[in-house]
């Protein structure tokens, strides 16, 4: 009976030591793995999988530190990696190593600081990462990881600009017709910037609805306004003889072409196209003699100052003309210029500009564009001349291609 006893007190005994094993390899566990947290957050389509939470305790020689970032949406996306903070500061480094094999490993002290910008994944792909904290002096410190979604603005427009080197504080002599490549040149406006070509320009060409465009300008809400590079097929009045007269722009029989041109070429594209103002600068001033003149033809053919500000009526609409002022902008002055990228060779017979310059005996005249490439005023209203369309691109588009003849952009919805 005795035997037995010390037996079983024995067995106890072992137990005990046993569990208290247990619970020291147990504790020292917990120590170990006190910083593991997983934490899981998604950011506009970026899933992020920090294994060892944000916020990670450093106590040990060496400790590893696993994060993942998943792209769950169909387009690519960009991400950063970043140590927002170092509580204290210590002296350690840490080496960093990734699936992604476009990833360079890195070893560098680990403080405040950017660890990677602009990382690229594509569609459905995870990148891997393991972090190994170098802690040779055995510091207790604690650092917060953040990885975040870096967002890219690859709208049309930010393509364009990102495809040009931009021209700034530029003093343009408007009187000088532009022959020579002047690039894409920024103009500040009363609501931000606009950005619009000049000269002889080989990098604006955009192909779109089955035709070929040149990019005009980036108007200040990064819209992207569109010409035709060629004219519709017939030759048409800006107002018939029973619309004499017509400031109306809307009720004129070019906008009824175009809004049938449009309805044959372009209705099927039409959320790329923006419905947006065009201006109809009919606006006047009074001299002292009482004689009404159009400021359009004071400000293009006497000061030679092209105005990208309205001073006439808004026209909203999804496809209209160029101004006059947009054309001089371009390059064009009132003569003749073929090296200039509005130019179109072998045209028969001038182009509308939907600027008018007088208005006698209530017949309207309008600047016009010759088959020289010359900005012509006094046209009469009910002269056959070409159309040539222009639309404004949406904000959510982009693009692809680098906008030369051979490789012009070709448009997507975002």
């Not at 819209?223 to 519709?232: G, P, Q």
């Not at 045209?347 to 900005?375: F, H, R």
Request: glycine letters at 4%; aromatic letters at 10%.
């Amino acid at each position: 009976m005795r035997k037995k006893y010390t037996v079983t007190l024995i067995a106890i005994a072992i137990l005990i030591v046993l569990l208290l094993g247990v619970e020291v390899h147990y504790q020292s566990y917990t120590s170990e793995k006190s910083d593991l947290s997983a934490f899981i957050k998604v950011e506009e389509g970026l899933s992020i999988n920090y294994l060892n939470g944000t916020e990670i305790e450093v106590h040990k020689k060496s400790q590893q530190v696993e994060f993942s970032v998943t792209n769950q949406l169909t387009e690519t996306l960009y991400y950063n990696i970043d140590i927002l903070r170092v509580d204290p500061e210590v002296s350690a480094t840490y080496r960093l190593v990734s699936s992604d094999s476009n990833f360079q490993e890195i070893i560098q002290p680990l403080t405040q600081n950017a660890i990677a910008s602009r990382i690229a994944i594509l569609p459905g792909d995870t990148h891997r990462y393991q972090m190994e904290i170098i802690n040779d002096d055995r510091n207790e410190f604690v650092f917060e990881l953040a990885i975040t979604k870096e967002n890219v603005d690859n709208s049309f427009a930010n393509t364009i600009l990102n495809n040009n080197d931009i021209k700034e504080n530029v003093t343009t002599l408007f009187n000088t017709t532009a022959t020579e490549n002047e690039g894409l040149i920024k103009k500040s406006t009363e609501h931000g910037s606009e950005y619009y070509f000049r000269g002889n320009i080989s990098n604006n060409y955009v192909s779109f609805a089955n035709l070929l465009w040149r990019i005009v300008k980036i108007n200040e809400d990064n819209t992207v306004k569109l010409v035709l590079d060629n004219t519709t097929e017939s030759l048409v009045a800006m107002n018939n003889q029973e619309q004499v007269g017509n400031t109306d722009f809307l009720m004129s029989n070019a906008y009824q072409n175009l809004t049938n041109w449009y309805n044959t070429y372009l209705l099927s594209y039409d959320d790329y196209i923006a419905s947006t103002y065009y201006c109809f600068d009919n606006s006047v001033s009074t001299d002292e003699m009482g004689q009404i003149n159009y400021l359009s033809d004071i400000r293009l053919f006497t000061d030679y100052l092209p105005n990208t500000v309205c001073s006439g009526l808004n026209v909203s609409a999804k496809i209209a003309l160029l101004t006059a002022d947009e054309v001089m902008m371009a390059g064009a002055t009132n003569t003749g210029n073929n090296s200039y990228y509005l130019y179109l060779n072998g045209l028969q017979a001038s182009w509308w500009t939907m600027t008018p310059n007088k208005k006698e005996n209530n017949v309207l005249s309008y600047i016009t564009v010759s088959k020289d490439g010359a900005l012509t005023k006094d046209v009469s209203e009910t002269s056959a001349l070409f159309l040539r369309p222009s639309i404004t691109i949406t904000r959510k588009t982009i693009a692809t291609g680098s906008g030369t003849i051979d490789d012009p952009y070709v448009l997507s919805l975002m």
